[in-house]
C-alpha cells in the first residue's frame, strides 16, 4: 500500500510569490492535514480537508488555503510569500472518522528567499 | 494551533537499556493521543497511539502510559536499539471530530553503543 506522497520535495521560491504544494493521501483515506514545521515554532496546524471541505483551521493568516479534490488528494496554497514562511509543510493523511492514526508524508521543504 | 518552545529536551541512552520519554500535554479535553518518530530528513512516523479511555498500551517494544490526572504521556521504549536514535513528538487531538493534532516540542533520543 503506498503511503502518503507529497510533491515537490524542495522548492526555493522569492519573497512576494504564491507557491501550491500538492499531497497524495494514503488510497481509501479521506482527511487530509497539512502542518509547518519550524525549528523555532515545532510542528503546528494548519487545517484539516475531509470530503472536500474543510473541517478544521489552525491559526495562520489567510495567505495560506487548501483545498480537497473529490480523490482525496489535496493542495495546499501560500500567497504573498514571506521569509519567515520558510519550514517543512508536512500533508497526513487518515481515514477522517473520530480518532484514527494519522500518517505523515515526507515533506516539502520551502525556502523563501 | 500552539506555539511549542524553542527547547529540544535530549535523552542519551546506552544501547539494549529502556528509554522513557515524557510528555506534558495541554488539553484536559483531548482524547486521544500519538507518538510519532522522526528521523532527520523525513515526515514524522506514526509509532502508538492510546484514547482517554486507557491509560496503557503496548506494542512492539513500546508501551504509552496515559495519565489524565496529571496531563502526562510517556513512551517507553525496551532493549533500545541504534534505530531509535531520532526525535519523538507526542500530539494530542483535542477535537471531537477530524484532525487538529497539537504537538509537543519533542525529545531527541540519542542511543549510544
Known amino acids: 500500500k503506498a503511503g502518503v506522497t507529497q510533491t515537490p520535495r524542495y522548492l526555493i521560491k522569492t519573497r512576494g510569490q504564491q507557491v501550491t504544494l500538492s499531497c497524495s493521501p494514503i488510497s481509501g483515506h479521506r482527511s487530509v492535514s497539512w502542518y509547518q514545521q519550524t525549528p523555532g515554532q515545532g510542528l503546528q496546524f494548519l487545517f484539516e480537508?475531509?470530503?472536500?471541505?474543510?473541517?478544521n483551521k489552525g491559526n495562520f493568516p489567510g495567505r495560506f488555503s487548501g483545498r480537497q479534490f473529490s480523490n482525496s488528494r489535496s493542495e495546499m496554497n501560500v500567497s504573498t510569500l514571506e521569509l519567515g514562511d520558510s519550514a517543512l509543510y508536512l500533508c497526513?493523511?487518515?481515514?477522517?472518522?473520530?480518532?484514527?492514526?494519522?500518517?505523515f508524508g515526507q515533506g516539502t521543504r520551502l525556502t523563501v528567499v | 494551533g500552539e506555539s511549542v518552545g524553542l527547547h529540544l529536551p535530549t535523552l542519551s541512552v546506552q544501547e539494549g537499556d529502556n528509554s522513557i520519554i515524557n510528555c506534558a500535554y495541554s488539553?484536559?479535553?483531548?482524547?486521544?493521543f500519538i507518538w510519532y518518530k522522526q528521523e532527520s530528513g523525513k515526515g514524522p512516523q506514526f509509532i502508538i497511539d492510546?484514547?482517554?479511555?486507557?491509560d496503557k498500551r503496548q506494542g512492539q517494544r513500546v508501551t504509552v502510559l496515559l495519565n489524565k490526572t496529571v496531563k502526562h504521556l510517556s513512551l517507553q521504549i525496551a532493549a533500545t536499539q541504534p534505530g531509535d536514535s531520532a526525535v519523538y513528538f507526542c500530539a494530542e487531538n483535542p477535537v471531537p471530530y477530524g484532525q487538529n493534532f497539537v504537538f509537543g516540542p519533542g525529545t531527541r533520543l540519542s542511543v549510544l553503543p
Open positions: 488539553n484536559s479535553a483531548s482524547d486521544y
Open positions: 480537508y475531509f470530503s472536500e471541505t474543510q473541517r
Open positions: 492510546i484514547r482517554s479511555n486507557m
Open positions: 497526513a493523511s487518515s481515514r477522517g472518522d473520530m480518532n484514527t492514526e494519522a500518517f
